[in-house]
């Protein structure tokens, strides 16, 4: 009968790992424009304004890492005219949650998603400006 040989025991891993919200937020942007039906992401004029003072770059996401070490994204969301908006906003959640957990080990405790804008495209806004008949009204 073979001996089995046992692996020597390691010592416990020391030290702190800790993911800037800055990063979580850069996933969650990806993220979501990965989902068809959403167009981009917006962010407001504070946004912008707080991106020329702090120098950071804000893409309309933002990450808040809470006491109990779950995150919570805010998503502010430009949506595709012709996409059922309620069905794209899901896909965003699912898809923001999966990666963000699976590439931190984070836990996301919410995904909220803000509709800012729906993006009419050019074809959309030509048949907009078209002068409708009679018929149409």
């Not at 991106?51 to 595709?80: H, N, P, T």
């Not at 729906?118 to 002068?131: C, H, I, M, Q, V």
Request: aromatic fraction near 2%.
């Amino acid at each position: 009968m073979a001996s089995e040989r046992k692996a020597p025991k390691r010592a416990p891993w020391r030290g702190h790992i800790s993911i800037a919200e800055e990063v979580v937020s850069s996933i969650a942007s990806i993220a979501a424009q990965e989902v068809e039906g959403l167009s981009g992401l917006k962010g407001t004029v504070a946004d912008g304004l707080a991106a020329l003072l702090s120098g950071e770059k804000r893409r309309g996401v933002a990450a808040q890492l809470s006491e109990d070490q779950s995150i919570r994204v805010r998503l502010k969301a430009v949506i595709q005219y012709g996409y059922p908006i309620h069905e794209v906003a899901q896909k965003v959640q699912a898809k923001v949650k999966q990666e963000i957990e699976g590439m931190t080990g984070l836990r996301v405790s919410a995904v909220d998603v803000y509709v800012q804008e729906l993006d009419l495209g050019e074809t959309s806004l030509a048949r907009a400006k078209e002068p409708r008949t009679k018929e149409e009204s």
